[in-house]
């Protein structure tokens, strides 16, 4: 079972990039995703989260308004669309599966499936 993201980057303050989510196995078409990241020296810290049917979406506070979180489930694929990119969301990105509900992920430490992550820069 993997998660595999991609679509990380180089960009300037400001642009945009869209990181997609790819699973092995139809299975995670059950499960919660969602993305959390992590940058140098510091914790894990969660993004976003979609629940199994795309009906309800979490966003941690600093991104909102800014990412859409998305899924197709057809095509065993997430996304994150990254708008109005600043320094300070520089970080690997991870894509996430998990059974519990979108917003139970924000203060989890943990997940129960999670892949390589892509790596994001953002220039100022």
């Known amino acids: 079972v993997q998660l595999q993201a991609s679509g990380g980057g180089l960009v300037q303050a400001g642009g945009s990039l869209r990181l997609s989510c790819t699973a092995s196995?139809?299975?995670?078409?059950?499960?919660?995703m969602g993305w959390f990241r992590q940058a140098p020296g510091t914790e894990r810290e969660f993004v976003a989260a979609i629940s199994w049917d795309g009906g309800s979406t979490t966003y941690t506070e600093s991104v909102k308004g800014r990412f859409t979180i998305s899924r197709d489930n057809a095509k065993n694929t997430m996304s994150l669309q990254m708008n109005s990119l600043k320094p300070e969301d520089t970080a690997v990105y991870h894509c996430?599966?998990?059974?519990?509900?979108?917003?139970?992920?924000?203060?989890?430490?943990?997940?129960?499936?999670w892949g390589q992550g892509t790596q994001v820069t953002v220039s100022s």
């Open positions: 996430l599966a998990d059974r519990r509900p979108s917003r139970e992920l924000v203060t989890a430490t943990t997940y129960a499936f």
């Open positions: 196995s139809r299975a995670f078409r059950a499960y919660t």
